[in-house]
């Protein structure tokens, strides 16, 4: 069973130690999105730098591209990127379902085809597990079903019924090693269902529990309810991840119902645009008032490239497409979440987790 | 005067220190190109740590974007780009004249026409010299006449004529102060020319000379001899830069040649597209045979990405256009190119150089 010591609480919100196969994770987590096995434009080292304990990988992308054979003959994923912390995979659930007119669903698994290059591919609930731990990541995601919202009942509640049976299926086949295999609780904006989902999933007994299903088409308040009304339905000694979020708002409000573990593309994705993330709001840096501005992107913030570079420089570099550009702000937007995080965790432990929300929520941007 | 120490000679082979303001250059030296303040992709973190002390940047591409004010407004190109050691700029004639039909040429200057938004814009010998200085770089290079091969003699005498007039207002408006000045050869496959153009040019007692209009459409063997011949023309106790060269071969036969500074974009614009360098080849890390190559790019570098990714990983990037892949072989490629510099100097001290060039040139690539 994967450790998860549980440190400090405020209200639902909990600073913890997550132990996995390649060491601690301290919790609350922001994990840096790696699809194809990188974190775009950053090298390990640099995430090593901005303090990432655990990065997001991608099943779905890494079966097709470099494909299984080739990452098990180079050692697994971890040597394969030459990263040595830990990786969760998502189980590419979330992909496949995707692209809708590609696959073709049944109660055993689904068919899709490579967005590549049309080749044919199955995945199962045991041989999405049987992948993630012969990549050798730390955690392994269940094979579920993401329905898009609005969604009928129907197609919710059968999206309920088939991830239970799924995770029953890929929990037999887990090989209960070092992979900690979470399950991933859906149900849509359905009480009921959100219920039945987390009470069938936890009877697994699995070593840790994700809240899918969000941030798919819902408001930001119906998000923010289900969030807590979901994390409020898993063991309080297991470790929580609400996956694909991660705006300022989104996590200080996600950390807040009481989640551990989050993911997003967004600082990195937000980086290659030329966009900045600061707590207090988000901007372009190719607009005309940074082209002679003499701060770092964000003045409040420690990072390396806040600690070496104007935003004039930055701006220029986007002006003129340079690739330094990219990689110069995502890194910046991956430190500028770990360092909220990392507040986050010591305003837990301090007690003084509500004052810290309140006025991070205060000035954070809207969405 | 820019004082340079001449260590030990191999025939015309020279070691030898150039003290610049922004501190020492070691040469025979390759300088990495930054043609827009920014070496495409690679920090100033990753220059200094493969061993770059000089950097080029360009004039013309600087004086359309960000621009002198920007540039004098935020502190000069070095606090600019955040690159505390030495910056060449070239003049920007180059790029001028290949606009072609978007410039025009008299005796007084060149007036062009911007790639970027067609605004029109005028070099003159004293401007370019009076930018150089203002952006505080270390070497600046005159505004030259550089033609591309072949052409006629009458084209050439004329480049030569206006050269000569232009390096001498150019030194004329030359402040002497920190920036330093070198002039260029320029003269064609014509030996009496190149011998007019160095005379003229050493009779203004400029800091350097460069060895310019090779590598511009004349064969291999005919840039090896033209470099040769010109190099014996300039005085033995400044340093020599030959413009544009950069490839394994090229920098060894002009080491031979006598000269001792080098650029080229060779390196960094290969590793964007996949090709890697190596003493002896290049290869493309798309190819097959690499996507379970566990090597190194090339197991006899010791570059960082070296000891840190296999080819299969840097093939996987490449395949799947991840812009972590342009980044690593940009690095690993100035890296082979600034570890084969650092050979070079301690053969020639070592009084190893005839045997270390024929060992080079016996096995690297034809071109």
Redesign the interface.
């Given at each position: 069973m994967t450790p998860f010591a549980l440190h400090a609480t405020a209200g639902a919100a909990r600073r913890g130690t997550l132990q996995l196969a390649h060491g601690p994770v301290e919790t609350p987590a922001f994990m840096p999105v790696g699809t194809?096995?990188?974190v775009?434009?950053?090298?390990?080292g640099d995430l090593r730098a901005l303090g990432a304990q655990i990065i997001l990988s991608n099943t779905y992308h890494l079966w097709l591209?470099?494909g299984r054979e080739?990452l098990v003959?180079?050692g697994g994923l971890h040597r394969?990127?030459?990263w040595d912390r830990n990786i969760l995979t998502d189980s590419g659930g979330f992909q496949v379902f995707s692209l809708e007119s590609r696959r073709k669903l049944d109660d055993d698994g689904v068919t899709f085809q490579s967005h590549l290059d049309g080749s044919t591919h199955r995945f199962t609930p045991e041989n999405v597990v049987e992948f993630q731990e012969a990549l050798g990541v730390d955690i392994a995601m269940m094979l579920d079903i993401c329905v898009k919202l609005p969604a009928s009942a129907s197609e919710i509640e059968a999206s309920v019924r088939r991830t239970t049976l799924w995770a029953q299926r890929g929990t037999a086949a887990w090989g209960r090693g070092a992979t900690a295999l979470f399950g991933i609780v859906q149900g849509g904006l359905d009480e009921r269902l959100r219920e039945r989902s987390a009470r069938e999933l936890v009877a697994l007994d699995l070593p840790g529990y994700a809240i899918g299903g969000l941030s798919v088409g819902e408001s930001r308040e119906e998000m923010g309810r289900f969030t807590r009304f979901t994390a409020a339905l898993l063991p309080a000694e297991k470790p929580r991840y609400l996956m694909g979020v991660g705006t300022v708002r989104d996590l200080v409000t996600g950390i807040d119902a009481g989640v551990d573990m989050f993911d997003c593309v967004y600082p990195t994705r937000s980086g290659r645009h030329g966009r900045a993330i600061t707590r207090t709001g988000e901007y372009n840096i190719r607009g005309a008032s940074y082209?002679?501005d003499?701060r770092p992107v964000d003045p409040d913030c420690s990072c390396a490239v806040c600690a070496?570079?104007?935003r004039?420089?930055l701006a220029?570099?986007f002006?003129?497409e340079?690739?330094?550009g990219?990689?110069?702000l995502s890194y910046h937007n991956l430190a500028a979440l770990a360092a909220l995080m990392a507040d986050a965790r010591a305003a837990i432990a301090g007690g003084t987790w509500d004052a810290f929300r309140d006025g991070v929520l205060a000035t954070a941007p809207a969405r």
């Open positions: 194809a096995a990188t775009k434009g950053l090298t390990p591209r470099p080739t003959a180079l394969f990127m030459a082209v002679r003499e070496t570079y104007t004039a420089y220029h570099l002006r003129s340079e690739i330094l990219p990689r110069l």
